[in-house]
């Protein structure tokens, strides 16, 4: 009985530990089901109402929507809840969310399409717009109609010269205006946003790094270009393109001065036909496109005073320069109007600085040479390796030791010892030698020395965060003697070292 009872006991127990692990599975299901449903429903809802409010299209929308699901579905939000989604599911997802939103903005775009069809437009107003323009030549003098006439071609050259020309000179503004200290490398570039991350002094933020540094590089480039453009409630953009602006209007005003004053005897349509010509000759200037239909009204202008016409050109460019002015007030006020310039200020400055974009496969240092495809393999004549003086600890990327810890050398000092050996994707998870990296990437350049050490900045890094690090690749701390002394820098040294190395102080 005795024996019977304990056994009765130890099932009563079993069966409350099953029901409480059924009560506790139940309560999780729950809560991620009914935590899937609510962000389902809110994207679905923010779907609904971007296609109702927005009336243009970008195709920035679909990255915008995209970041927000992977945000919604990450780890980081779900953890506090009690349950992680698995990888399989955010996938399904987020292909789910994807095709609901793919027909919203196709909607979007083929609506756009249509308003911005100048075509559609004219065909459907032909009739009235012909007898407007009738009506309004049948009231003005000749000079007035001839004024308009090249105003408005210019006015047209002018915007598409603003699109081309501003994202040359807010390139140009960024780099005067952050430092010429900064923009004068790629790896001052590269110091100054690692500085910028370290005073956050956050793990998190760190990530995006870590995962893609020249993409981490890029965002930094973007955000320095758009806090720029957006200074001052966008006021700096507004100065950049009215000095432009002016710069534009006044050559125009003049060159029109020039060939009046020297061809009083001329008619109009000669004078427009010399003034285009000069333009079309100065290939950095404007370039009047679709001026025929301009000729053929001028030709059948007589009697046009070229003083009086002159005049009217310049009260009509001053016109221009107003509606111009009102224009990029709108401007300013768009964060996404970066977008519009060609070329892109932030691909202007990540073409001249960025250029090669490898990284170290063992720690993901960048490659500091700025020669897109200037190493072996990447079908060029050029035969110069990838390379870069600053290693980093291998645990930043989650290399370990073979037996679990992390691991804290650089990559400088591992390819020169005689047994250490890696284990990644590349190996097939097969465990390599270092020294023997070559046979797996061929065209980096690793120079074996022991004598370089961790860099001051990536010793705080690792002894700030080892306890982050560890848990993000899931393996032991390093040699607590060396994680004591890194774990003993100031962020103050860090910085002053990092600012002596690049030149960086303020």
């Known amino acids: 009985r005795r024996v019977h009872g304990k056994q009765a006991g130890t099932s009563g127990k079993a069966r409350r530990l099953t029901r409480l692990t059924d009560d506790c599975s139940d309560k999780v299901l729950l809560c991620s089901t009914q935590y899937f449903e609510r962000i389902k429903n809110d994207i679905l809802t923010y779907l609904s109402v971007y296609e109702e409010e927005r009336h243009a299209y970008s195709s920035n929308y679909g990255h915008t929507l995209l970041a927000q699901i992977k945000c919604f579905t990450s780890d980081e939000q779900t953890i506090e809840y009690g349950f992680c989604f698995k990888t399989v599911f955010k996938a399904e997802f987020s292909v789910y969310i994807m095709a609901k939103a793919l027909q919203i903005f196709q909607k979007m775009q083929l609506n756009y399409n249509e308003k911005q069809d100048p075509m559609e437009y004219f065909s ?45 000179k807010i390139a140009i503004d960024v780099q005067d205006r952050k430092g010429a200290a900064i923009f004068a490398s790629k790896m001052a570039i590269h110091s100054q946003m690692l500085l910028d991350l370290g005073r956050s002094g956050i793990f998190n933020n760190f990530l995006p790094y870590l995962e893609d540094p020249f993409l981490a590089m890029r965002h930094w480039i973007e955000k320095c270009v758009t806090d720029l453009i957006q200074e001052a409630q966008g006021n700096r953009l507004l100065v950049l393109a009215k000095l432009h602006l002016e710069e534009v209007t006044s050559h125009v005003k003049r060159d029109m001065f020039e060939i009046i004053s020297k061809n009083q005897e001329l008619e109009i349509l000669d004078i427009f036909k010399l003034f285009r010509n000069k333009l079309q000759n100065q290939s950095s200037y404007l370039s009047l496109t679709g001026s025929q239909a301009i000729c053929n009204i001028l030709d059948k202008l007589s009697h046009v005073d070229l003083t009086s016409f002159y005049y009217q050109f310049e009260s009509d460019m001053s016109g221009v320069f107003e509606t111009f002015v ?28 960025l250029g090669c974009e490898e990284c170290c496969p063992f720690c993901k240092a960048p490659c500091e040479l700025t020669m897109r495809g200037h190493a072996a393999g990447d079908g060029l004549e050029a035969t110069t390796p990838h390379r870069s003086e600053v290693h980093r600890s291998q645990c930043l990327t989650g290399q370990r030791l073979q ?19 890696f284990s990644n994707i590349d190996t097939k998870g097969h465990w390599a030698m270092y020294k023997d990296y070559k046979k797996y990437y061929a065209s ?3 120079p074996p020395d022991t004598s370089v050490q961790v860099s001051l900045y990536w010793k705080w890094f690792v002894g700030k965060f080892t306890e982050d690090l560890c848990r993000r690749f899931g393996f032991k701390k390093a040699d607590p003697v060396t994680l004591a002394k890194w774990q003993k820098l100031t962020w103050q040294q860090v910085e002053e070292d990092m600012k002596k190395k690049y030149n960086l102080h303020d």
């Open 403 to 421: 037996n679990g810890f992390m691991d804290v050398e650089i990559c400088t000092t591992l390819v020169a010892g005689k047994n250490q050996r």
């Open 124 to 168: 459907k107003r032909k009739e009235e717009l012909y007898n407007l323009f009738l009506n309004w030549c049948r009231k003005m003098k000749d000079e007035k109609i001839a004024s308009v006439q090249i105003s408005t071609l210019i006015q047209t050259a002018i915007n598409k010269d603003m699109l081309k020309s501003l994202g040359k």
């Open 326 to 353: 009102l224009q990029f007030q709108e401007w300013s006020l768009d964060p996404h109007i970066i977008n519009e310039f060609r070329p892109n200020p932030i691909d202007i400055i990540c073409d001249q600085f």
């Open 444 to 446: 980096w350049h690793i």
